[in-house]
T-cell receptor, first 112, second 115 residues
Framework: DAKTTQPPSMDCAEGRAANLPCNHS???????VYWYRQIHSQGPQYIIH???NNETNEMASLIITEDRKSSTLILPHATLRDTAVYYC?????????????FGTGTRLQVTL | NAGVTQTPKFQVLKTGQSMTLQCAQD?????MYWYRQDPGMGLRLIYY???????DKGEVPNGYNVSRLNKREFSLRLESAAPSQTSVYFC??????????????FGQGTRLTVV
């Protein structure tokens, strides 16, 4: 199973872009990269996912390198409400048995 | 549309007691999951059910049993609770199917303390 490596913590000023890196050097060709976040002790919240192309939605952008060994989640204008633990996950398995394996994530602190 | 609903939200058990954590989803998802999260840690998969009628062990299944009652409901049972099972338990569901590109939706968690 592909594993991910993330920095344990990051700070970002409110209004600035938050760029959260993730290394997944052993990712397989059919594995997707997912990002979730967990605010306080709530249930994780889906943010975005991608396979090989860059993706953007109303919450964030996901940039995946051409070799797929790393990716970056971008929150374009971070707010205090974006303070959370962000998990980069490579989805293992295929079909209906695909699972999410969580690491320890990056704790993002957005400050005034 | 409630998403994923877990009951109860809080529970205190004595060592050796049993209990069942309930989870229901209303999104017609095929797959359902149970995770536990210990303080300061990421989520660890206990059991999952790829589809109605099937269940499989995850990373930390010891001390737990599960039942996929129907497509909507997936319960987690602790037969003889131990203090090491003190944790926050999250249920999740996802569409599954032939694509791995489907997001999972999580419940708000059950905070279990075993004394």
């Amino acid at each position: 199973d592909a594993k991910t490596t993330q920095p344990p913590s990051m700070d970002c000023a409110e209004g600035r872009a938050a760029n959260l890196p993730c290394n997944h050097s052993t990712i397989s060709g059919n594995e997707y990269v997912y990002w979730y976040r967990q605010i306080h002790s709530q249930g994780p919240q889906y943010i975005i996912h991608g396979l090989k192309n860059n993706e953007t939605n109303e919450m964030a952008s996901l940039i995946i390198t051409e070799d797929r060994k790393s990716s970056t989640l971008i929150l374009p204008h971070a707010t205090l409400r974006d303070t959370a633990v962000y998990y980069c996950i490579v989805r293992v398995g295929t079909g209906t048995a695909s699972k999410l394996t969580f690491g320890t994530g990056t704790r993002l602190q957005v400050t005034l | 549309n409630a998403g994923v609903t877990q009951t109860p939200k809080f529970q205190v058990l004595k060592t050796g007691q049993s209990m069942t954590l309930q989870c229901a989803q209303d999104m017609n998802h095929n797959s359902m999951y149970w995770y536990r999260q210990d303080p300061g840690m990421g989520l660890r998969l206990i059991y999952y059910s790829a589809s109605e009628g099937t269940t499989d062990k995850g990373e930390v299944p010891n001390g737990y049993n599960v039942s996929r009652l129907n497509k909507r409901e997936f319960s987690l049972r602790l037969e003889s609770a131990a203090p090491s099972q003190t944790s926050v338990y999250f249920c999740a569901s996802s569409g599954g199917g032939t694509s791995t590109g489907t997001e999972a939706f999580f419940g708000q968690g059950t905070r279990l303390t075993v004394v």
